[in-house]
């Protein structure tokens, strides 16, 4: 009997790591979807993105064939090849996929992307909608193809960003929306009345891999853009500048716009009142509430200041 009810079931293999691929997985129903097996990162090789620094995090009491690997090898191509799974999920994965991945399944191979396809396609696109001060974003449920992101759209619902959100707090709430949507477009698949939008590829936009010194402040743009880059770097690599030759990190701040700061540097540390440590940009003040001195513990601004009273007279470079 339970044999003749997973026959009956699309046979599923999902790829994913981390909390935005947990989320998803843990959606997954599993009335109609017979998961053969599950595709992760190995602990080895583990991405400097806090996200996706820990294992799936499964709900189910069932049993999963879990594969965690550091790369595709020839031994791991045999596998999914032998379990011929009717269809690929990948949702937060963060390997490329080689392309014989996408002949193994019958229905396909259909990918989780954090932004309205064509726009921002590549690997930071819940960051660069935060960075580029974007108001509406939005996540993309897509056929996979050889081509980066340029698969048939299946599924796309437009978000507003709430202005406080960090990248971690927008990455969840598209998630979210794919995750619940995502049963009901996979079975539209299965029952061939799916609508597939083609790409428009001319309005194709493009995001670029984070680096560890894209956190570093420039004290020279703008208030609201370092703002920016505070909330959209907040998982990896975080905010930081320099303070005697040592890493500071921004764990916590706001910006004020404020005109007619004279006789100022930009980046010179002006007071502590009780907003936070002021520090002056082009354009107005970034307030610090907490912050964090290479390999120091994290403290608020007044216990920060109180234990070095020089720093009030300095510059952050």
């Known amino acids: 009997m339970t044999s003749n009810i997973l026959q009956n079931k699309i046979k599923v293999l999902f790829m994913g790591t981390g909390l935005y691929g947990s989320l998803v997985f843990n959606e997954l129903d599993t009335n109609f979807f017979n998961i053969i097996g599950i595709v992760t990162k190995s602990q080895s090789k583990i991405s400097r993105n806090p996200n996706l620094n820990n294992e799936l995090n499964i709900k189910s009491n069932n049993h999963f064939n879990i594969y965690r690997i550091n790369k595709f090898t020839d031994e791991i191509k045999l596998k999914l090849t032998q379990l011929n799974p009717s269809i690929i999920i990948v949702a937060s994965f963060g390997l490329i996929l080689p392309d014989y991945i996408l002949n193994i399944p019958k229905l396909g191979v259909i990918n989780i992307h954090p932004s309205l396809l064509p726009k921002l396609r590549g690997p930071s696109p819940i960051s660069s909608a935060i960075l580029d001060g974007s108001q509406i974003t939005g996540v993309s449920i897509i056929k996979m193809v050889k081509e980066l992101d340029a698969g048939p759209i299946l599924f796309q619902q437009k978000f507003k960003i709430n202005s406080q959100f960090n990248s971690e707090q927008l990455g969840l709430e598209l998630f979210r929306i794919a995750a619940k949507n995502l049963n009901q477009t996979v079975k539209k698949i299965v029952d061939k009345s799916i609508l597939q939008i083609s790409q428009n590829h001319s309005l194709a936009t493009y995001t670029k891999m984070i680096k560890k010194n ?15 880059k505070f909330k959209a770097y907040s998982q990896w690599p975080g905010l930081y500048t320099h303070w005697n030759n040592k890493r500071l990190i921004i764990k916590e701040a706001e910006f004020q716009k404020k005109e007619n700061i004279i006789f100022k540097k930009n980046g010179q540390i002006l007071e502590l009142n009780n907003q936070g440590i002021a520090v002056k ?34 510059n952050l470079n």
């Open 214 to 228: 894209d956190g570093l402040i420039n004290w020279l743009d703008s208030g609201e853009l370092i703002i920016r």
């Open 281 to 314: 940009t082009i354009d107005g003040l970034i307030y610090i509430k907490s912050l964090q001195l290479e390999g120091g513990k994290i403290m608020d601004a007044s216990l920060f200041v109180n234990g070095r009273p020089s720093f009030l007279s300095s």
